[in-house]
């Protein structure tokens, strides 16, 4: 070995010893080297199975009990970054959101009634995962909080349980299979959602990639002394869907037996998409043959496509819904339209909402007490509108956003 050579290895054995790796990043590494080849083994058999995925793959999954899926340890949850003192109270007449649990891209935050912030955590840096979506689950209060989060890194998904108590905030992965999004998936995946079913019973997500969409669903809890065992653990092949990336908006009761998942588009268009899904004896979701995401036409009440809905106004008999709030962009900007209003006129919103190529795109909305709230996922900003055309800018970036209702 010649001189330099030698001078080098010493170099690197130094170096080498000033570097102190976290607790976190090898909790990250390790999760995902094993989940890398869980998925590398899962594909060699979808590739051998591949005439029969082309039908609905229905896999009756039980969780062991009420309590929600089974979870992996993970880091406790940091202090609260925000003192509830710094708080901003909005002016007189505004509407004011309610309690929410609201996300940057790795932040997340309980809010109670007066927007304090009542617990936090925070993804670990190490690992750069981010948020993508997250919905809390029907029935929460703020006193006990479940949510479903999606977050992604390296071009894989995670679905992770977060629950907030008097005791604080957890957010911990869900390690089971059953529960994992993107499994046997193509390149480009894209997944959206998570959105909870009318009964907080099962979750689902749109997932996206060069071999097609598919809505998957799983089951969140037992049904007490069900007989047969629930089976809502799903893959919904969607052929026929619209092209473009898709937005899954939230999942919503029609009738008894009936449910709608609705859908927006990134693309140019007036419309948003609805898919029925009904759920059989068995606890089973199913799609109706032949059956795709559908366009819906949106009414008159603006000039450029929906970028984003939000409530619903049931119809006559329970025959269809329709939103409560469409959000649209058309030459004068943006523009919210309150839809259960006798007279529903558009109410301008502000350009801040606006990304840097001057488009809402992608935008979410969410029906709270007397009015909406707008954001727009790439830029963070987020405003809160009134029935009444009152339109207050949130001072703190907010990229998600679920109410605790």
Do not use: C, K
Not at 188 to 216: N, Y
């Amino acid at each position: 070995m010649t001189p330099i050579e030698d001078r080098l290895r010493a170099s690197l054995r130094e170096r080498a010893g000033d570097v102190e790796a976290t607790p976190l990043l090898w909790l990250e590494v390790d999760r995902r080297v094993t989940r890398r080849r869980r998925l590398a083994a899962w594909t060699v058999v979808a590739v051998t199975a591949a005439a029969a995925m082309a039908a609905v793959v229905v896999a009756p999954a039980l969780l062991p009990d009420g309590t929600g899926p089974e979870i992996a340890d993970r880091p406790a949850p940091i202090e609260d970054p925000t003192p509830s003192d710094d708080a901003t109270v909005p002016p007189p007449g505004t509407v004011e959101p309610g309690p929410l649990l609201v996300a940057t891209e790795r932040l997340i935050r309980v809010l109670d009634t007066d927007g304090a912030t009542l617990h936090a955590d925070e993804l670990p840096e190490e690992g750069e995962s981010t948020v993508v979506g997250l919905a809390v689950r029907p029935g929460s209060t703020v006193e006990q909080v479940t949510a479903a989060v999606l977050t992604t890194a390296e071009g894989m998904y995670d679905l992770r349980v977060l629950r907030a108590d008097a005791d604080g905030l957890t957010l911990e992965v869900i390690d089971d299979p059953a529960h994992q999004p993107g499994q046997g998936a193509g390149p480009g995946l894209v997944v959206s959602g998570p959105v909870w079913a009318p009964d907080g019973m099962s979750l689902a997500w749109l997932e996206q990639d060069t071999t097609g969409v598919r809505l998957r669903t799983v089951g969140w809890d037992a049904a007490a002394g069900s007989e047969p065992p629930v089976t809502d653990h799903a893959t919904l092949p969607l052929a026929g869907a619209p092209a473009g990336q898709l937005d899954l908006v939230d999942w919503v009761e029609v009738a008894t037996d009936r449910t709608l998942v609705r859908v927006t588009s990134r693309v140019a268009t007036d419309r948003w998409f609805e898919l029925t899904l009904r759920r059989g004896a068995d606890g089973a979701w199913s799609v109706e043959p032949g059956r795709t995401l559908d366009g819906v036409v949106a009414p008159p009440a603006g000039d450029g496509p929906v970028r984003a809905l939000a409530g619903t106004i049931p119809a006559v008999d329970g025959a269809a819904v329709a939103p409560a709030w469409l959000v649209r962009v058309g030459v004068e900007g943006p523009v919210a339209v309150p839809l259960a209003l006798d007279d529903p006129r558009p109410i301008a919103l502000p350009a801040a909402l606006l990304g840097p190529d001057g488009d809402l795109v992608p935008a979410w909305a969410v029906e709270v007490e007397g009015g909406l709230v707008v954001g727009n996922r790439r830029t963070g900003s987020a405003v809160v509108v009134g029935e009444d055309g009152d339109v207050t800018v949130l001072a703190e970036t907010v990229a998600h956003l679920s109410p605790i209702r």
